[in-house]
């Protein structure tokens, strides 16, 4: 419900005793959110084979790239997956990616329905709206990686980098594109090489080091060593996914 709804809602009708008892449950089943989440106590994951060791997950991942890469992806049974997943979800990835019509992650990793969970915006940057669904995705469906994915010629740093260099802000909403990938593009800006190449890297270690430290939740489950966070490049020529900013 939209706040604008809820408040209309409270002008005209008074909290009922039961009403208040659902809330107050489900404040309860907030709480355990950075912890261990109500939802997943009893339930058999409906894909077990996602149950992975954050290493374990990371390997699955890249190998189902060089599975695309070579043109040898996997025929995925749609139909059954699709029973299984009515229930729930426990992918055991996250990958936060560019809108780039060019980057589909589920085929980049030959991945089925319900193995990735994914976000994208472009610019691959980790707004608080991100932040918070990795944060879902750790917490309450289990999920031990967490992948940031650039690509080469990325408009949006493409964009970023003309509209620092030329002083001139962008038409509508874009300006908030430029807001978030600026500071990759500033902290590279006297490096050697391509301008381009060096800040769509920089913008993917930034993004992983955001992840990796955005407290309570995601900092704490990689201290825990029950999340990884790990940056990759997706050459838009081969298909490959070059892996950086591990650890």
């Known amino acids: 419900m939209c706040e604008k709804c809820s408040e209309n809602l409270h002008q005209t009708v008074a909290p009922s005793r039961r009403s208040m008892v659902l809330f ?49 992806s996997r025929r995925h049974d749609f139909t059954h997956e699709r029973e299984a997943l009515v229930g729930g979800q426990n992918p055991y990835a996250a990958v936060l990616s560019c809108a780039d019509s060019r980057i589909a992650p589920e085929y980049a990793f030959d991945s089925g329905r319900g193995d990735l969970f994914v976000c994208r915006v472009a610019g691959n940057f980790a707004g608080n709206e991100t932040v918070a669904s990795m944060e879902y995705a750790v917490a309450v469906l289990g999920t031990p990686l967490i992948l940031v994915l650039g690509h080469d010629s990325c408009g949006a740093v493409e964009a970023t980098i003309k509209s620092l260099k030329d002083d001139k802000p962008l038409p509508g909403h874009i300006p908030s594109l430029v807001s978030a990938i600026a500071p990759a593009v500033k902290a590279v ?34 201290e825990q060593g029950k999340l990884k966070v790990v940056g990759g490049i997706y050459r838009l020529n081969t298909g490959t996914v070059e892996l950086i900013a591990q650890g």
Do not use: C, H, W
């Open 24 to 72: 107050a449950a489900s404040a309860l089943g907030m709480a355990a959110f950075g912890g261990t989440a109500v939802a997943k106590e009893a339930k058999a994951p409906p894909k077990p084979q996602n149950v992975l060791s954050p290493d374990a997950a990371l390997k699955r991942l890249m190998d189902g790239n060089a599975r695309y890469v070579s043109g040898v």
């Open 189 to 222: 800006a006297q490096q050697s090489g391509n301008a381009l190449d060096n800040a769509i890297r920089q913008n993917v270690i930034d993004n992983v080091a955001k992840l990796k430290s955005a407290a309570p939740i995601l900092n704490a489950a990689v």
